[in-house]
């Protein structure tokens, strides 16, 4: 077996300790150090996990035994921190998305495949069993050829809730006032988008609406104060399948997603569980009959038929601070093996790209159009190695 890759993380706040939770379950992946700009916040982080503290970021980009820097810093730190860490040589993984400017995206992934570097960004739950036995009963035909698509990812009144009380294992507070100013959907809508876009290929067209649902968080100011925290989307794929995507801390929690085909349908209910159960059923006179009696078709047989997973997930996650069965590491691993191969890795730089401009036409239409043509594309990329041998019963 190679040596691991030694990777240093720049960021250590709430997300810092959930990518730790998991690096365990990765023999290719070696820590080698951590830096924050707060500095309570780095001692506090590097105590707790035992690991080096940066003097700098110029220390960590300098480290020679680094090859790989994990961005987990504040959404607005992207780009800069990104930009840095390929001038120094580095690959880089980055929590989503790639930058909150579309041109500076575009500037990062340029950037990495002019000097033969690699660049990838969360999330990475397209990876998971989950999202890999969506896909391939797509890939069987289970339902037919699928046309539509809808997706939830709603979390509630979030700014209602106690969310002061949310603290990592190191002791991070969830940075409420930065995900409020940021938005919900640059933070969540890569989920189900990057689903989508591996299962149906790049996006041609898209329309948008966004807007704030709840003007005043209680006792917060925001700067800016009308990042819009609902969204809703309409996705043309090239390959001929539309979806609909929603988004919100507002509406009530809902994170399902349900693929529409001739013959079937298929559904997902938890986007952050890569264990989650897939269902499916199939689309006839009866079922379409049942479906507006759940109870009654369940009776009867005719209710929705849990698929099994491609695998189990064959991991743990070591923390106090989520209940989401999501090994955020995996993204991290996958870049540090195609490093080793000299491969790209399944979360291309051209996919994260793309994904990037989605989500931010999704959350500011007045900007990049209510109405947009989609100029970004990418490869598209294989299944999972163990996903697409397997054979779903």
Known sequence: MSEPTRFAIIGCGYVADFYMATLGNHAGLQLAGAWDRDPARLAAFTAYHGVRAYGSLAEALADASVTLIAN??????????????????????????????????????????????????????????????????????????????????DDGNVAAMDYASWISD???????????EIGCTLEHAGYWLTWLTAFFGPVKRMTSFATVALPEKPGLVLDPADTPDYASAHFEFHSGVVARLTCSVYASHDHRLRIFGDDGTLFVDKVWDYGATVRATRRNRWTSRAEKYPQLAKLVGLGPRAIPLVRQPPFKVKSRGTRNRMDFCRGIADLADASRKGLPPKLTARWSLHVNELVLAMQNPERYGAVREIRSTFETFEPMPWAADAVAP
């Open 72 to 153: 987990l810093t504040n959404p607005r730190s992207h780009y800069p921190v990104s930009r840095a860490a390929l001038e120094a040589g580095k690959h880089v993984y980055s929590e989503k998305p790639l930058a909150t400017e579309l041109t500076d995206a575009v500037t990062l992934v340029e950037m990495a495949e002019a000097k033969g570097l690699l660049i990838s960004s969360a999330p990475c739950s397209v990876l998971s069993e989950t999202a890999q036995t969506v896909w391939k009963a797509l890939r069987e035909g289970r339902i037919g050829v699928p046309r539509l698509v809808y997706a939830e990812l």
């Open 170 to 180: 190191s002791g991070a507070p969830w940075p409420a006032k930065d995900e409020f």
